[in-house]
């Protein structure tokens, strides 16, 4: 006889738990799916086996017996071990880890081949520069010794990291392993997928993505774990891809926020790679022009090894930036979405058979206050992030500290009465450029125009073989796209992330700009960017026109150490929901009264305030901030387990309770 410990199939805090079964099943092991009796009616449920023991747990007698293996889809030892270690580093539930690995339920009818209109040319390994040899030399290195190392590769926009990927993972296949390659958003999928089959072959690549209907999905996870395949390519889902032998993990363009899971589990990418890389002594390699300021700094601490490209693969110079003062248009008459020097550009790039992309990012969607004319914005006196508009409440609110004030009638800076809500989207500017310039080709791409299965790819093979002159979108325009065509890149308002409630506001700013200005110039001629702001003494927009990343890193990792934000702390997000707003409220200050008696004093309790989304889908939400200096992740992570299991047990807590542990929004 021997003893299992199952994670049930069942999604409650009150489920939550490892239950012992006893079996006689001599190949049972763990990872494998099993069917137990459960609730007082020993009802069949589907469990996964998480550990097998010799020995029954001291004290306890009698125990139900599993019934069967259900046959199938089956969980490697490693990934278990990863589902219990997130379930104590993301704070989520055993099930929610153990799904991740997980295709979908068993399918059974044949799924079609995704890619299979794709038939890419071979492609043969391009001569690279010094500094490409250099980085690559490095990182096959740590593949030959098998060393678990963490590689920054920094470098500039068009510098080539595309290409010390695919030699790398030359190595990996080589050697027989499989790799993973990973990039931030669907939209950059198809293009990355191309180059690699073209260097690789078709047969050996598989993709994972949230589009993938389950059916390809479940024939996908088929071919990576029986060996198919050798390199798996997605976004941040592809994490979990069942390898049998990882050999080097990609993560490109590793400072986006979409490597951060917003559903439960709240999961970091990078820390799941790490997990996961460190079990089969796999190298880990993130590439990026602009890295987020923790990575950057922890490759200045030595935890990280930094290696960079420092100029474009053609040698061409990075495209010039010019930042445009809109609040001097306004006072010269202009109030029109584009600066005067924007719309003349436009002409003079049109005129010269070149294409435009302008790019207006519509997470701004968080509206804030501003004077339009000397462009300043209401910011939180104790937490110095911009504060939201509450229509309902005519107030402005700090999503940080709760802090309240009246809305200004009139500018606090100047006195201007030209004051307000600040805000204009995608399809405004498309609308204005069919305006002023109606014999050319525009086309929008935002999340509005691509909602039908291959509207995406459409429009970005339109752009590349230059039937489209001008391209208006949001982020899917500033990312990774690689088109020699363009020659002007307008940044059509940068205010928007420099002003959402988030202590990240500067750094996303810097990153976009200069992602978005990355476009221009990849051609053989050099390319020109026009950043049009409301804030044009903002230190994010004048770092990023003249591309200088380690100027703003300078001065950003300072203000963040004085005001103890990540890298030096973690901050926990804890979001209180019911529908019945009052409870909510309640409820989160229960929490956070609970919290402060039980957490040391250097972590910092902050709230309840209400959510920046005060009501979603009918609950309202209070949010509380907790801000834990660095090395005391593991106390506050057990408190906050404390709080979950003490209020699930009394039932005192709002119907929902969630946790994001340094999420990258706050809304």
Known sequence: MRYCDVIVDNNTDATDVLYTYSTELEDIRPGQKVIVPFTIHNKNTEGCVARVLDRPPEGVKRFKQIREIVPGTELSEEAVQTALWMRDRFLCRYIEAVRCFLPVSEVKRKSKDP?????????????????????????????????????????????GKTEVYLQAMQSVVASGRQGIIMVPEISLTPQLVSRFMSRFGKGSVAVLHSKLTPAQ????????????????????????????????VVMDEEHETSYKSDKSPKYDTLELAEKRAKHYGAPIVLGSATPSVTDFYRSESGLFTRLTLPER??????????????????????????????AEGISECLAQKKQVILFLNRRGYSSYVSCRECGHTVRCPECGIAMTYHRAEGSMICHYCGRKQTAPAVCPQCGSKVIGRFGAGTEQVEEKVRELFPDASAARLDLDTIKKKGQLEAALAAFEKGKTDILIGTQLVAKGLDFAGVGLVGVISADVTLNVPDFRSAERTFQLVTQAAGRAGRGDAPGRVIIQTYSPDAAALQFAARHDYEGFYRREIELRRKASYPPFSDIYQLVVQDPDEQTAFDSAKRCAVWLRKKLPESVHVLGPAPGVLIKESGMFRYQILIKSPAGGRRITSLAIRGLRETYAKQKKVAQLLTVDINPFSFL
């Open 313 to 342: 693969y053609n040698s061409n110079p990075l495209p010039k930036a010019e930042i445009v003062d809109m609040t001097a248009e306004v006072k010269a008459g202009n109030r029109s979405l584009f600066s005067k020097k924007l």
């Open 115 to 159: 890619f299979a209109d794709l038939e890419p040319a071979p492609s043969a390994p391009k001569a690279l520069t010094a500094p490409q040899a250099e980085a690559l030399a490095q990182i096959r290195r740590a593949l030959e010794e098998r060393e678990n190392r963490i590689f920054l590769l920094h470098g500039v926009t068009g510098s």
């Open 217 to 248: 999905r479940a024939e996908q996870y088929r071919r990576i774990q029986s060996g198919e395949v050798s390199l798996v390519i997605g976004a941040r889902s592809a994490v979990f891809a069942p390898v049998k032998s990882l050999g080097l």
